[in-house]
């Protein structure tokens, strides 16, 4: 699912918005006025990392005035956008959103000038679009509120909002734990390739070096092909560094009826660097993997639990498996 983090202010005479944008936005029946701060995404991250993101990158950002007056036109390949000029808080707004790409959101930058605004009309065509505009060119309506909180919304599948968090501003100060929960891209392949080496040292207790040359060789290419599409890696950061990772290796199959949609998962290489075991990052990205799991529709999710690890997948909800069939393979 789509998720998008916004304003919704709230004004005393909103009422001349919604009017507006019912003439205007074919969206008006679907979500409030709002002012995007991070604009639709595939969901990356599950709810709890979310919030845990917002409270710490916004932790400075205390409640402001926001004033907005005027209207203006944008044209482009995003559509012909009829929009409520913010005149007051647009500072705020921005810092907000460049934080927030400059971070987590990174790989979302879409790469045009960010100018916070609300739209109240999307039209069909640009000479719909100037039509509209000389009707409210002259709007002197100024539209005022005090913003104090943010909230993430999913895009539900007819494209209605879903409020899933909200977070206050100015009301909570968080740890000064530097670690953020994201999943891995083609820029982190050498991080990876580091931890995965890491992750077969302890489980294995040593490789050779042959063994070594060899994943060195094969694992980049592998990670370019991979990351993203049927392998997803969930990764936790602290500055450049990755400290702990869990793969979701996604396999398709003919359905059956234990996978009835044909789609399963297995985790992989779930690995926390020692200094940072015992902070609850494992269950962090499992948690995260699992949420995934379900939005990709996923029949099932198998692993093969460490000692160590048993518990951490229990309380996640892993049960034991049982079955009639005996576990075998080959090995070449």
């Known amino acids: 699912m789509r998720r998008t983090i916004l304003i919704f202010p709230e004004f005393e005479n909103s009422h001349i918005i919604d009017s507006i944008r019912a ?8 979500i409030k006025p709002h002012v995007t701060i991070v604009f639709p995404f595939e969901a990356q991250f599950g709810n709890e990392t979310i919030e845990r993101v917002l409270e710490r990158r916004l932790s400075e ?21 009829l929009l409520l000029n913010i005149v007051k808080g647009a500072d705020e707004v ?15 930058d879409l790469g045009f000038e960010y100018v916070p605004h609300i739209t109240i009309g999307n039209l069909p065509s640009k000479e719909l679009l100037d039509e509209a505009y000389e009707e409210l060119k002259d709007l002197d309506e100024e539209f005022t509120t005090t913003v104090r909180k943010i909230s993430v919304e999913m895009i539900g599948e007819n494209e209605e909002s879903i409020i899933i968090i909200e977070k206050e501003l100015g ?16 820029d982190d392949i050498d991080e990876l390739l580091r931890l995965r080496l890491e992750y077969m040292v302890a489980d294995f ?44 290796l996604v396999i398709e199959k003919p359905a059956s009826v ?21 902070r609850g990052i494992c269950s962090m990205l499992i948690q995260n993997l699992i949420e995934c799991g379900k939005e990709m ?3 099932r999710i198998d692993l093969k639990a460490t000692k160590d690890g048993y518990p951490i997948y229990k309380k996640q909800g892993f049960n034991d498996k049982k079955s009639h069939y005996t576990d075998m393979d080959i090995l070449f």
């Open 23 to 30: 003439k205007y936005d074919p969206l008006a029946g679907l």
């Open 61 to 81: 950002i205390e409640p402001f005035e926001l004033s907005l007056k005027g209207v203006s036109t944008q044209k482009g390949k995003f559509g012909n956008s």
């Open 94 to 108: 921005r810092k907000m959103h460049d934080i927030l790409y400059a971070n987590e959101f990174r790989h979302y």
């Open 171 to 186: 009301k909570e100060k968080v740890s000064e734990e530097e670690i953020v929960f994201d999943k891995a891209t083609t």
């Open 205 to 248: 207790g040593a490789i050779s070096e042959r063994d070594e040359t060899l994943m060195r060789r094969s694992l980049p290419d592998y990670y370019r092909r991979k990351l993203g599409k049927d392998l997803i890696a969930f990764v936790a950061r602290e500055g450049d560094r990755l400290v702990a990772a869990a793969y979701l």
């Open 258 to 278: 234990l996978l009835p949609h044909g789609l399963m998962g297995e985790v992989l290489s779930v690995y926390t660097e020692e200094k940072y075991r015992g």
């Open 297 to 299: 529709r996923l029949d």
